[in-house]
């Protein structure tokens, strides 16, 4: 009774501090954020798509980008981005999509896309940010993210010392929560219950271990845990390199084999293309009539679903790829932050919109009255690819979707794995070698909890946590806007118009300043 007494209070405490941060705050910073840095870089994302597309994407075959770098301590710029993109293409294109509709209607995908294209230019001003006041580790490593700039950015300002140093351990200490929650327990949570109910194994799931909530915890769950448990600690262990070896592997394959499936659910229903991008359209500013009379759902309630969806999909605004990319060989701030705009499309453009598409398409919602027939988000996108690849009476559709969620899951636990590492790095000082094993070894160990876990109060705090992660870091964007402005016209001046007059701005750091200098100067694809 007490157990129960406790969790209802938590629960309550999270749900008020969770509107507060989501619905009351963060929201609109983000979208603010997202408009000032698109402003002050001229609509960056849209005047040069063609030179941000041609660096990134177009740029894959070449060994600077692709290559594995000599330095162990560091990553290539396409591990840096798989490795990302392994932590933010996750449940929440799946899952995550779903849920959005659902809580919004259809038509939170649009607050999706707008998040996205705003987004793009806060994941890019991160991004610049984490490269130039990165530094090294005690192991040769490259460290940034907003925990370094909030310190020496914003807290380089006159006044504002203790200020950024109390920002950048806010934002490190809730990353580390964030990391256990959103990061392990809700992503193994998700994996166990799609994939045990989809591949049954009666003599397994017949074993109950216990009940709790009207669930029943079987003994394959269990096994499945701690398969688990062992398939991400060969890899989180082996530390960065590993991460971003396997990232590197994984990452294309699924996109491309979702996209794929996603694609054929589309073509097969073609015909319903047009009527689902005029349903996102008209209720992305109203509700449904019928719908929103029943529920209560506003304006508002539509803005904040596909918003918060949206940066649970790509992170754009979180400061948390940002600790990754940091890692990357590149030189050049800007460089990193075309990945970052890339990234964004990647995952909420391409990948969010693709399930979003899936959906509405294959008749689990009513386009005229955007009428939903299920309430579970996991079951919305099987049901929607069931329509097409079941056979017979083999549920293919949601096979497909469980082994999507498994493998999208999977690999943002090792992105997150990561993120926390590098949190517990800044807090833990001269300690960090002994600190960081600790946590992965305590990380890997959590994994069974989630293969168990009956109660979503974990995924619940862990979204408060990304939102209390969200606010520091983008006060700490806003605040250095000017300096990404003045990085950003730099490097137009440089590199688009140049002007081979105009000096480089690289780091904080004089003495990386000179290094990477001289580093462009005798190999400039480097930028």
Not at 296 to 325: D, P, Y
Request: proline letters at 2%; glycine letters at 10%.
């Amino acid at each position: 009774m007490w157990g129960q007494v406790m969790i209802d209070t938590l629960t309550a405490f999270n749900d008020a501090v969770n509107t507060f941060v989501w619905t009351k705050t963060g929201v609109w910073l983000l979208m603010i954020t997202g408009i000032v840095m698109t402003v002050l870089t001229k609509g960056f994302q849209f005047t040069h798509i063609g030179h941000w597309w041609k660096k990134t994407i177009g740029s894959l075959f070449h060994k600077s980008v692709i290559s594995h770098t000599e330095d162990k301590a560091t990553i290539s710029q396409f591990q840096a981005l798989c490795t990302a993109l392994a932590a933010t293409v996750g449940v929440g294109n799946i899952a995550g999509v779903s849920a959005a509709i659902i809580a919004g209607g259809p038509g939170a995908v649009f607050w999706m896309w707008i998040a996205a294209i705003l987004g793009m230019m806060t994941n890019y001003s991160e991004n610049i940010l984490g490269i130039y006041f990165r530094r090294k580790n005690h192991a040769g490593e490259w460290s940034g993210g907003a925990m370094y700039y909030l310190e020496d950015g914003l807290g380089n300002y006159k006044g504002m010392k203790k200020i950024g140093r109390v920002l950048a351990l806010i934002f490190a200490v809730c990353a580390i929560f964030a990391s256990f929650g959103i990061g392990n327990l809700g992503q193994v949570n998700k994996i166990v219950l799609n994939f045990t109910s989809s591949f049954d194994i009666k003599p397994l799931s017949s074993v109950v271990l216990f009940s709790s909530d009207g669930m029943d915890v079987t003994l394959y769950m269990l096994i499945a845990g701690l398969v688990l448990m062992f398939l991400v600690g060969t890899v989180v262990i082996g530390g960065l390199q590993r991460i971003a070896n396997v990232a590197e592997k994984i990452v294309p394959v699924m996109v491309v084999l979702f996209i794929l499936g996603s694609l054929i659910i589309i073509f097969k229903n073609i015909v319903h293309v047009g009527p689902a991008f005029a349903c996102i359209f008209k209720y992305s500013f109203s509700a449904p009539a019928v719908w929103g009379g029943v529920t209560g759902i506003g304006f508002k309630t539509i803005i904040t679903q596909g918003c918060k969806r949206g940066v649970f999909s790509n992170e754009a605004g979180l400061g948390s790829s940002v600790m990754v990319h940091s890692n990357s060989n590149v030189k050049e701030p800007v460089k990193q932050g075309l990945w970052g705009i890339f990234e964004v499309f990647a995952d909420t453009i391409i990948v969010c919109t693709m399930t979003s598409l899936v959906i509405l398409t294959s008749g689990v919602v009513d386009l005229e009255t955007g009428v939903i027939e299920t309430s579970s988000d996991a079951v919305l996108v099987a049901d929607a690819f069931n329509s097409v690849f079941k056979v017979g009476e083999l549920d293919c559709g949601r096979m497909f979707v469980a082994l999507a969620i498994l493998v999208f899951a999977f690999t943002t636990i090792l992105g997150w794995s990561q993120y926390g590492s590098k949190a517990i790095e800044y807090l833990s000082g001269r300690f960090a070698p002994v600190a960081i094993r600790i946590y992965k070894v305590f990380f890997v160990i959590l994994i069974v909890s989630g293969s168990i876990m009956t109660s979503s109060i974990a995924w619940d705090i862990s979204d408060t946590f990304n939102g209390m992660m969200m606010i520091p870091n983008l006060i700490g964007v806003l605040s250095m806007s000017p300096l990404v402005m003045k990085i950003t016209n730099n490097y137009i001046a440089r590199r688009i118009k140049g002007d081979k007059s105009v000096k480089p701005i690289l780091s904080y750091d004089p003495r990386i300043e000179e290094e990477n200098a001289k580093a462009l100067a005798e190999d400039p694809y480097l930028d």
